[in-house]
């Protein structure tokens, strides 16, 4: 279908916002820039996203693509070229006066660029340079851009967005070869992991160069959590795309992710960037995606377990040093064969209880192998995966919490960092008891059951696993519902137009 010309920048707007709302970009900008004279906006790390859907998607960010016109055929997605919606597509000049007149509205603080590969990914990654390029140069943004790389772009222009963007992400989509082959014909894990390994070597050089460690920041907790996936030890990657030959593994466990070149690791790519002739001496001074990398994948489109998944993150975040890996749940769109049925609910605590067991890996010092297993591989939606994990290893509780370690106190259902630290800090001084705990934020009503304060617990209660699961569900019952029950809007995408009253 043929892009139309004569639309109004108003309907481009409805068209091409409305098409974006199903990729994921809920997190905040990790990157801190300060205001500069003759430039307008700045960004701040831990404030870019101040508002969220009720769902957890960011929307202070312009979201958009830059075409929906599309020549792939990827059988999931409402934008494929077989579908017939209408399509529309941004001029790079016009993404800029967007975005500058929404900020200057103060409806958004950055810019999520992504866009259907229009013609080929060549001329998509170049449409988009171009974008970024007039928002950096001549409208002078300096606010927060997250953009998205197109699999199968020359290097030199994916090298040229990362130094216009603040953050950059290569959407993953499915975990396994034959999901991705039936799925997604025009799209193969090498042509992705590619671009993602070429921008894991180039940040991380860009990092030793500004004195930096080579790899990103993480939490500071994760220096005392010895079996933390990013600890200096390296152990054999946990993780991976199915489908491809390994030594002795079973026959259902994941694999590594192939490697990016022919016999040859991408290791050292970034060394020979080249850079846009129109790129000036001050380009070259800007740091490369200094807020990291992300990616995406489709939850419930094809069969994956949740522990396939968890371990292809694992290996995502050791192995390419990403900074989030962002899970969206499917929302049946296209009648196909090798789809879910129409009228298939949309998994959303799904999604949420491996958002939570993510969270688990990246700041609690969990991996994947303790959270789930081929004998047992999803998660148990009516409790969340530190509980889960909890009752099938009731043998450790309950903990004394004037003496647990550290990196046990965070296993304890209830206590996150913040509180553990806490603990930590005042029981040096004095014996805590449950007031204490609960003054410090640690959430009782699931954390009573596996400790004790000197010795005596909340509640005179039986360690039994049926018994505490039990009240653990009871106890969750609203908030699973809620979560369950959160698409029944049909998933509307959040609108500065009626959410602020203006008439469209």
Same mark, same amino acid.
């Given at each position: 279908?043929?892009?139309?010309?004569?639309?109004?920048?108003?309907?481009?707007?409805?068209?091409?916002?409305?098409?974006?709302?199903?990729?994921?970009?809920?997190?905040?900008?990790?990157?801190? =820039?300060?205001?500069?004279?003759? +430039?307008?906006?700045?960004?701040?790390?831990?404030?870019?996203?101040?508002?969220?859907?009720?769902?957890?998607?960011?929307?202070?960010? #312009?979201?958009?693509?830059?075409? &929906?016109?599309?020549?792939?055929?990827?059988? +999931?997605? !409402?934008?494929?070229?077989?579908?017939?919606?209408?399509?529309?597509?941004?001029?790079?000049?016009?993404?800029?006066? #967007?975005? /500058?007149?929404? +900020?200057?509205?103060? +409806?958004?603080?950055?810019?999520?660029?992504?866009?259907?590969?229009?013609? &080929?990914?060549?001329?998509?990654?170049?449409?988009?340079?171009?974008?970024?390029?007039?928002?950096?140069?001549?409208?002078?943004?300096?606010?927060?851009?997250?953009?998205?790389?197109?699999?199968?772009?020359?290097?030199?222009?994916?090298?040229?967005?990362?130094?216009?963007?603040?953050?950059?992400?290569?959407?993953?989509?499915?975990?396994?070869?034959?999901?991705?082959?039936?799925?997604?014909?025009?799209?193969?894990?090498?042509?992705?992991?590619?671009?993602?390994? /070429?921008?894991?070597?180039? !940040?991380?050089?860009?990092?030793?160069?500004?004195?930096?460690?080579?790899?990103?920041?993480?939490?500071?907790?994760? =220096?005392?959590?010895?079996?933390?996936?990013?600890?200096?030890?390296? !152990?054999?990657?946990?993780?991976?795309?199915?489908?491809?030959?390994?030594?002795?593994?079973?026959?259902?466990?994941?694999?590594?992710?192939?490697?990016?070149?022919?016999?040859?690791?991408?290791?050292? /790519?970034?060394?020979? =960037?080249?850079?846009?002739?129109?790129?000036?001496?001050?380009?070259?001074?800007?740091?490369?995606?200094?807020?990291?990398?992300?990616?995406?994948?489709?939850?419930?489109?094809?069969?994956?377990?949740?522990?396939?998944?968890?371990?292809?993150?694992?290996?995502?975040?050791?192995?390419?040093?990403?900074?989030?890996?962002?899970?969206?749940?499917?929302?049946?769109?296209?009648?196909?064969?090798?789809?879910?049925?129409?009228?298939?609910?949309?998994?959303?605590?799904?999604?949420?209880?491996?958002?939570?067991?993510?969270?688990?890996?990246?700041?609690?010092?969990?991996?994947?192998?303790?959270?789930?297993?081929?004998?047992?591989?999803?998660?148990?939606?009516?409790?969340?995966?530190?509980?889960?994990?909890?009752?099938?290893?009731?043998?450790?509780?309950?903990?004394? %919490?004037?003496?647990?370690?550290?990196?046990?106190?965070?296993?304890?259902?209830?206590?996150?960092?913040?509180?553990?630290?806490?603990?930590?800090?005042?029981? =040096?001084?004095?014996?805590?008891?449950?007031?204490?705990?609960?003054?410090?934020?640690?959430?009782?009503?699931?954390?009573?059951?596996?400790?004790?304060?000197?010795?005596?617990?909340?509640?005179? %209660?039986?360690?039994?696993?049926?018994? %505490?699961?039990?009240?653990?569900?009871?106890?969750?019952?609203?908030?699973?519902?809620?979560?369950?029950?959160?698409?029944?809007?049909?998933?509307?995408?959040?609108?500065?137009?009626?959410?602020?009253?203006?008439?469209?």
């Amino acid at each position: 279908m043929e892009i139309n010309r004569d639309l109004s920048l108003q309907e481009k707007l409805h068209i091409l916002a409305d098409a974006a709302k199903y990729d994921v970009a809920c997190t905040s900008s990790g990157v801190d =820039r300060k205001g500069k004279k003759g +430039y307008l906006g700045n960004s701040v790390a831990a404030g870019i996203c101040h508002s969220f859907a009720s769902d957890g998607r960011c929307i202070s960010l #312009l979201k958009i693509l830059l075409t &929906n016109h599309c020549a792939y055929d990827c059988k +999931y997605c !409402i934008n494929r070229c077989s579908n017939d919606v209408k399509r529309a597509a941004f001029t790079p000049r016009e993404v800029c006066d #967007l975005t /500058m007149e929404f +900020y200057k509205r103060n +409806y958004i603080e950055g810019l999520f660029l992504s866009s259907a590969v229009q013609k &080929n990914p060549a001329y998509t990654m170049e449409k988009m340079c171009e974008a970024l390029y007039l928002l950096r140069n001549e409208y002078k943004f300096n606010g927060y851009v997250h953009v998205k790389a197109i699999p199968g772009a020359p290097d030199e222009l994916l090298a040229a967005a990362g130094y216009l963007a603040d953050r950059m992400s290569v959407n993953l989509e499915l975990a396994t070869a034959d999901g991705m082959k039936r799925l997604a014909p025009n799209k193969n894990h090498k042509a992705i992991l590619r671009p993602m390994r /070429m921008m894991t070597d180039t !940040i991380a050089q860009h990092r030793l160069a500004a004195g930096k460690d080579a790899k990103m920041e993480r939490s500071a907790g994760n =220096r005392y959590l010895p079996g933390s996936i990013f600890s200096g030890k390296r !152990i054999e990657a946990y993780g991976g795309v199915q489908g491809q030959e390994t030594k002795k593994r079973g026959p259902a466990e994941a694999v590594s992710l192939p490697k990016t070149d022919e016999g040859q690791n991408a290791a050292g /790519m970034a060394q020979d =960037r080249m850079l846009p002739v129109q790129f000036k001496k001050a380009d070259w001074n800007r740091a490369f995606a200094p807020a990291g990398q992300s990616t995406q994948m489709i939850i419930g489109a094809t069969a994956e377990t949740d522990y396939h998944l968890l371990k292809t993150s694992q290996h995502l975040y050791r192995q390419y040093d990403l900074k989030r890996v962002f899970y969206s749940a499917y929302v049946p769109l296209n009648e196909d064969k090798d789809l879910p049925a129409l009228d298939t609910p949309t998994p959303l605590l799904r999604e949420h209880r491996l958002y939570q067991a993510d969270w688990l890996l990246r700041f609690y010092g969990f991996q994947a192998d303790e959270l789930l297993s081929e004998q047992r591989p999803d998660f148990n939606e009516q409790l969340d995966p530190k509980c889960d994990w909890a009752l099938r290893h009731l043998e450790q509780f309950p903990v004394e %919490i004037n003496t647990v370690p550290y990196d046990m106190l965070l296993r304890i259902p209830g206590v996150g960092p913040r509180s553990a630290e806490r603990i930590v800090r005042a029981r =040096r001084y004095a014996r805590l008891d449950f007031d204490h705990l609960k003054k410090m934020g640690v959430v009782l009503k699931r954390a009573h059951y596996f400790i004790t304060c000197s010795g005596r617990m909340m509640y005179h %209660i039986p360690i039994e696993e049926q018994f %505490i699961t039990r009240q653990l569900v009871g106890t969750n019952q609203k908030e699973n519902w809620q979560i369950a029950h959160s698409n029944e809007q049909n998933f509307r995408q959040m609108s500065l137009f009626t959410d602020f009253q203006v008439q469209a």
